[in-house]
């Protein structure tokens, strides 16, 4: 599987700002997702971050709030813009290695909003 | 819509098996899921299973699948405090790559 590497593991903002999250991967993967958790919940998934190209987003969530990067096939950022204590969250990024399944996850980011 | 229920709380003693029971309702899965989350840390796959098999055994870890019932189970035996964490289900939607989760079961390991 690969190794994946999320900065920064954790974060403590003031509300309005904007964070960007970075998730590397030490191999090209296919597909790259982004997933929040709410404090005590489960997981919820973003967006799908395309290479190349604008990410799809699910239902609920946009780009402006949530703008995504993929510039090649081992890095993708997510920005949390605006941020306010309702963004309080682990945000995850997950790879699909070639198109096989499963997904693996990186350690999260811990992001809370004063 | 996609859906998957879990239990949310499980406590067992040190030595005796664990049982976590999770049901999904999207029969067009390919894959079903279990994920592992400690305090603090992210998820961990713990294992898998394609949606034509019935079962999988993988050292401690069996999985059980009906798929007239949607009903997916995950067998931890001799459990021991160490795996004292949360259990995700989860199932693949639509082979989109986008995944459902469980809310989680948080095991709980007595000594």
């Known amino acids: 599987s690969a190794v994946i590497s999320q900065k920064p593991s954790r974060d403590i903002c003031q509300r309005g700002t904007s964070l960007t999250i970075q998730c590397q991967v030490d191999?090209?993967?296919?597909?790259m997702f982004w997933y929040r958790q709410q404090p005590g919940q489960s997981l919820t998934l973003i967006a799908t971050a395309n290479q190349g190209s604008e990410a799809t987003y699910e239902s609920g969530f946009v780009i402006d709030k949530f703008p995504i990067s993929r510039p090649n096939l081992t890095f993708s950022t997510l920005t949390v813009s605006n941020m306010s204590p309702e963004d309080s969250s682990i945000y995850l990024c997950s790879v699909e290695l070639d198109g096989r399944q499963p997904q693996h996850f990186g350690d999260g980011t811990r992001l809370s909003i004063l | 819509g996609e859906d998957v229920e879990q239990s949310l709380f499980l406590s067992v003693r040190e030595g005796d098996s664990s049982v976590i029971n999770c049901t999904y309702t999207?029969?067009?899965?390919?894959?079903l899921y279990w994920y592992k989350q400690e305090p603090g840390a992210g998820l961990q796959l713990l294992t898998y299973i394609f949606s034509n098999m019935d079962m999988k055994q993988d050292q401690r870890l069996t999985v059980l699948l009906n798929k007239k019932d949607k009903h997916l189970s995950l067998r931890i035996a001799d459990t021991q405090t160490g795996d004292s964490a949360i259990y995700f289900c989860?199932?693949?939607?639509?082979?989109?790559?986008?995944?459902?989760f469980g809310q989680g079961t948080t095991l709980q390991v007595k000594p």
């Open positions: 989860a199932e693949n939607s639509g082979n989109t790559g986008k995944l459902i």
């Open positions: 999207d029969s067009s899965s390919t894959y």
């Open positions: 191999s090209q993967v296919t597909m």
